[in-house]
T-cell receptor, first 112, second 116 residues
């Protein structure tokens, strides 16, 4: 079993809808949680970074962490066709030398 | 400013040949990472360099894989006697010094390796 599980999708939504993405993890040692966006044939870029349980909002993006359930989520409001990409969750253990463990990624398609 | 660059962008090689992949990190970034992304998969950590410390090689899948970082800047990932299962996108990332909480890793565009 992988340490970080993520549904591969694809997830298809109409423009303007809310996109809901999530990851589950098995190791409680993970302390830092990130969401990356990756466009086709490009490197991943960091969208959101959270440390503690709870919500963090940045523009149209909201990240949630529930450490008790080992579950993290990313919500994208008012989705746009330009949000079509693969979204990867990533996690890091404390004092792990910044070595990230990634989920497999969810492909999202926002249809105009 | 310039981001992380990688070369070549694409590499096709025959099974059994050696390949070298290059990464130029962002200037001033002391930490450098290599990841591998197989088709439809997430990123798999390979190796991590931090300043003058010994690299963390815990993710290298076999002794056919090695990496160097010269002068604390450019890094080269070498795969010897390539196999078809080595076909993947190899991504390099760099960041400021690894601390708590972690600094953001900036990724390059990757090198797409195909072993025929």
């Amino acid at each position: 079993q992988k340490e970080v599980e993520q549904d591969p999708g694809p997830l298809s939504v109409p423009e303007g809808a809310i996109v809901s993405l999530n990851c589950t993890y098995s190791n409680s040692a993970f302390q830092y949680f990130m969401w990356y966006r990756q466009y086709s044939r490009k490197g991943p870029e960091l969208l959101m970074y959270t440390y503690s349980s709870g919500n963090k909002e940045d523009g149209r993006f909201t990240a949630q962490v529930d450490k008790s359930s080992k579950y993290i989520s990313l919500f994208i409001r008012d989705s746009q066709p330009s949000d079509s990409a693969t979204y990867l969750c990533a996690m890091r253990k404390k004092a792990a030398g910044n070595k990230l463990t990634f989920g497999g990624g969810t492909r999202v398609l926002v249809k105009p | 400013g310039a981001g992380v660059s990688q070369s070549p962008s694409n590499k096709v090689t025959e099974k059994g040949k050696d390949v070298e992949l290059r990464c130029d990190p962002i200037s001033g970034h002391t930490a450098l990472y290599w990841y591998r992304q197989s088709l439809g998969q997430g990123l798999e950590f390979l190796i991590y360099f931090q300043g003058n410390s010994a690299p963390d090689k815990s993710g290298l899948p076999s002794d056919r894989f090695s990496a160097e970082r010269t002068g604390g800047s450019v890094s080269t990932l070498t795969i010897q006697r390539t196999q078809q299962e080595d076909s993947a996108v190899y991504l390099c990332a760099s960041s400021l010094e690894s601390i708590e909480p972690p600094n953001e890793q900036y990724f390059g565009p990757g090198t797409r390796l195909t072993v025929t």
